[in-house]
């Protein structure tokens, strides 16, 4: 049979809660006991040594049989509880008042008696002359004769037969029947009460049971386990602590699914961004090259030139774009590591500019630096930090109309410099904005978005620790911005361009 947890410890807790109600009631049955043989016993301590100085027991020629038989049966006439015996030095029983055939045993053990006689604590239990195993409170005395050796003992047996025979009547009496089923009754509660105590305790267990067998990581909020977020403060109960500890797992783990979804989402939309980008020119330079191929005679060498510059660019597209690709994923799979060095990032700006001098021209673009007079050098991979600059300004002049102008704008503050590449193209459409660095956007689209130009910018700047951010602006334009760590160095900076 297969029993839940609480089941099975309220099972042992009620196995344990009788056990221990059945253990104090015998403990108490006990001590009752040995309380009130110790009292009888303490009580009637003299009574032995009395009979024993009695005088009419003895003459000169020693004990007095028909004596010490009639004062026996005043004595128990008197008390109907108490039984006397004469013993000899041996223990022998030499002379008693029981009916007979009661007398189950001769001789009674003398050690018992010495310890009383002595006065050791009480109660001390001797042999019962009418039981053959039974033991019983007494009272002991030494007979002696002229102040000579004792030459027998009185011993007397507290409770006899008398009190066992009314003792077990009164445990038959609806006296003793009423108290049993009280105390039944009291374990009864103390058993309910405790079950349900358990139950209370064990209740955030079974919750928290509950809410890891609903858990579904990828499942709306409302299908989350209701458990708390967090213990509060100085809280010592433990399935509490693992409550707030599970939610808190829980929602990592919900997090971290819902991070791997996206990511599988941007990487399909990677593959069929990529695939669109790559089959237009593929499309283009196969259909060029069959041309060349099946009209290579009736072609004119003019249009031969032509068909061949055109598939050459969709070729050198190609290649960019693999190349793109490549340098995507060894960014991506941490195989990349920037060497750190010390440079200026005003001639680095100079430079990229002289780069991209000649395609702005040919846009009639104009490209301009703010650069403050004196910057410090920064702490960079410069060949990372030269291929940022680059994507951001060929992406900054591709979606730049004619006439328009494209500042790269150099800041120094609380130790960092701050670089800011702006345009004044159409912008990005607000519902492109999210994301923007996450995936790329097909590059045949009729709005301007991210590509694996800036995917790869993002990479760059997070092994430097330094992120790409797009500010929004009041006017046209779009304007990216990052930051470099300096180096404290500071030098002269040259004419802006």
């Given at each position: 049979m ?8 309220s ?9 221990c109600?059945?253990?104090s ?8 006991d ?6 009888v016993?303490?009580?009637s ?24 038989r ?8 008197v ?6 015996y004469?013993?000899?030095n ?33 109660p ?12 019983k ?15 027998g ?13 009314l ?10 029947r009423?108290t049993?089923w009280s ?11 405790g ?16 809410a ?12 989350q ?8 403060p100085?809280?010592?109960?433990e399935?509490?602590?693992l409550e ?30 990529i ?6 020119p593929?499309?283009?330079l196969?259909?060029y090259?069959?041309t060349l ?11 031969r ?7 050459l ?12 690709l ?12 920037p060497?750190?060095?010390?440079f ?13 001098e ?14 403050p007079?004196?910057l ?13 600059l ?11 109309p ?6 790269v ?15 004044t ?33 993002q ?10 951010r ?9 304007t ?14 040259s004419?802006?361009?």
């Amino acid at each position: 049979m297969k029993l839940t947890l609480t089941q099975r410890l309220s099972l042992v807790f009620s196995a344990l809660l009788l056990a221990c109600c059945g253990a104090s009631a015998w403990l108490q049955i006990r001590s009752s006991d040995l309380h009130e043989k110790e009292v009888v016993q303490s009580l009637s301590r003299s009574l032995a040594d009395h009979i024993a100085h009695h005088t009419t027991l003895m003459d000169a020629n020693g004990l007095r049989p028909d004596a010490v038989r009639q004062l026996f049966g005043q004595l128990m006439m008197v008390n109907p509880s108490v039984e006397v015996y004469l013993l000899d030095n041996q223990g022998r029983i030499k002379g008693d008042d029981a009916p007979a055939g009661h007398v189950k045993r001769g001789q009674v053990d003398l050690t018992p008696v010495r310890q009383f006689i002595a006065g050791d604590a009480l109660p001390i239990l001797g042999d019962d002359p009418r039981s053959l195993d039974g033991k019983k409170v007494f009272s002991a005395a030494p007979l002696q004769l002229n102040g000579e050796q004792p030459s027998g003992y009185i011993y007397v047996v507290l409770l006899g037969e008398a009190h066992d025979a009314l003792a077990a009547r009164v445990a038959a009496s609806s006296v003793l029947r009423t108290t049993l089923w009280s105390m039944a009754l009291v374990a009864l509660l103390g058993l309910l009460a405790g079950l349900m105590a358990f139950g209370l305790i064990t209740r955030p267990l079974r919750r928290l049971t509950e809410a890891m067998r609903r858990f579904d990581a990828d499942g709306e909020p409302d299908t989350q386990p209701c458990v708390p977020r967090s213990a509060p403060p100085g809280q010592r109960d433990e399935i509490a602590v693992l409550e707030a500890t599970f939610a808190q797992m829980a929602k990592r783990i919900g997090e971290q699914w819902r991070a791997l979804s996206r990511q599988d989402q941007q990487r399909r939309e990677l593959i069929a961004n990529i695939s669109h980008d790559l089959r237009t020119p593929l499309t283009s330079l196969h259909g060029y090259l069959e041309t060349l191929s099946l009209k290579a005679d009736t072609l004119s060498e003019t249009e031969r030139k032509r068909y061949l510059a055109i598939a050459l660019a969709q070729s050198l597209k190609v290649g960019r774009l693999a190349q793109a690709l490549f340098e995507l994923a060894r960014l991506e799979h941490g195989n990349v590591q920037p060497a750190l060095e010390q440079f200026s990032l005003v001639d680095l700006v100079q430079d990229v500019f002289q780069k991209f001098e000649l395609p702005a021209e040919a846009r009639h673009i104009r490209l301009r630096a703010g650069i403050p007079p004196r910057l410090p050098t920064v702490c960079a991979d410069l060949g990372m930090i030269e291929r940022v600059l680059t994507n951001l300004l060929d992406n900054a002049i591709r979606h730049t109309p004619a006439d328009g102008e494209i500042n790269v704008d150099l800041a120094h503050k609380d130790g960092k410099v701050s670089v800011a590449v702006s345009d004044t193209g159409p912008g990005i459409p607000a519902e492109q904005r999210e994301g923007l660095f996450e995936r790329p956007f097909s590059s045949g689209g009729t709005h301007r978005g991210g590509g694996l130009g800036l995917l790869i910018v993002q990479r760059m700047l997070q092994l430097h620790h330094s992120q790409i951010r797009l500010l929004e602006g009041a006017g046209p334009g779009t304007t990216f911005c990052f930051d470099l760590p300096t180096t404290g160095k500071s030098i002269a900076s040259s004419t802006p361009l």
